[in-house]
């Protein structure tokens, strides 16, 4: 199947300083991608919409300022987490859906876990 | 809005018996309905979806719109199917849709 790729799998940053994640379709192009966050013993909530070219598309209660999202290529979406503090600590996931089968199978990257000291 | 419940956080089968995991969901239109599966140490997959009607390494579900359920079967556990099983929702296959997920279940397999 397609693979989708996250940079780096862990991170750990000072509060106060912004954290970029990185989100690679490696062998497919992505003109959307999807960005998660998992709490600990909860299901994975869906922060925001990454299209190519254009504005994310923000879930309620997200903060676009906080969660800055990127999606310059058709490979590549970006999720900065800015001025983090320790309540941002969390594994975010993101995930793409390789068009060339049919799109209906979503590929996720293997996570990114934030901890913020 | 639509919503994706999974009433079992933990679920303990021993090796040969049957598996049910439950899936309720919420929705006013026609949902495209999936399980995905996340093995120890590995990254979420896809399991089967409801619109392919397939049997996946001995798992079926099936989708009953009047229950709204989609309950995830398999007949004899096997040690290997321990993992953390998610139901999710999309609204259609059509377009780049979102997918909503459940809260999970953790199953785990008693040798």
């Known amino acids: 199947g397609a693979v989708v790729s996250q940079h780096p799998s862990r991170v750990i940053c000072k509060s106060g300083t912004s954290v970029k994640i990185e989100c690679r379709s490696l062998?497919?192009?992505?003109?959307?991608m999807f960005w998660y966050r998992q709490f600990p013993k909860k299901s994975l909530m869906l922060m925001a919409t990454?299209?190519?070219?254009?504005?994310?598309?923000?879930e309620q209660g997200v903060e676009k300022d906080k969660f800055l999202i990127n999606h310059a290529s058709l490979t590549l979406s970006t999720l900065t987490v800015t001025s983090a503090h320790p309540e941002d600590s969390s594994f975010y996931i993101c995930?793409?859906?390789?068009?060339?089968?049919?799109?209906?199978?979503?590929?996720f990257g293997q996570g990114t876990r934030l901890t913020v000291v | 809005a639509q919503r994706v419940t999974q009433p079992e956080k933990l679920l303990s089968v021993f090796k040969g018996a049957p598996v049910e995991l439950k899936c309720n969901y919420s929705?006013?239109?026609?949902?495209?309905l999936f399980w995905y599966v996340q093995y120890s140490r590995q990254r979420l997959q896809l399991l089967l979806r409801?619109?392919s009607r397939e049997s996946i390494k001995g798992f079926t579900a099936d989708l009953n719109k009047g229950e709204t359920s989609f309950h995830l079967k398999k007949p004899f556990a096997q040690e290997e199917d321990s993992a953390m099983y998610y139901c999710?929702?999309?609204?259609?296959?059509?377009?780049?849709?979102?997918?909503?997920f459940g809260t999970g279940t953790r199953l785990t397999i008693i040798p």
């Open positions: 929705y006013s239109g026609s949902p495209e």
């Open positions: 409801h619109i």
């Open positions: 062998d497919f192009q992505a003109t959307t």
């Open positions: 990454s299209n190519e070219g254009s504005k994310a598309t923000y």
């Open positions: 999710a929702l999309s609204e259609s296959n059509f377009g780049n849709e979102k997918l909503t």
């Open positions: 995930s793409a859906r390789d068009w060339r089968t049919g799109g209906t199978e979503a590929f």
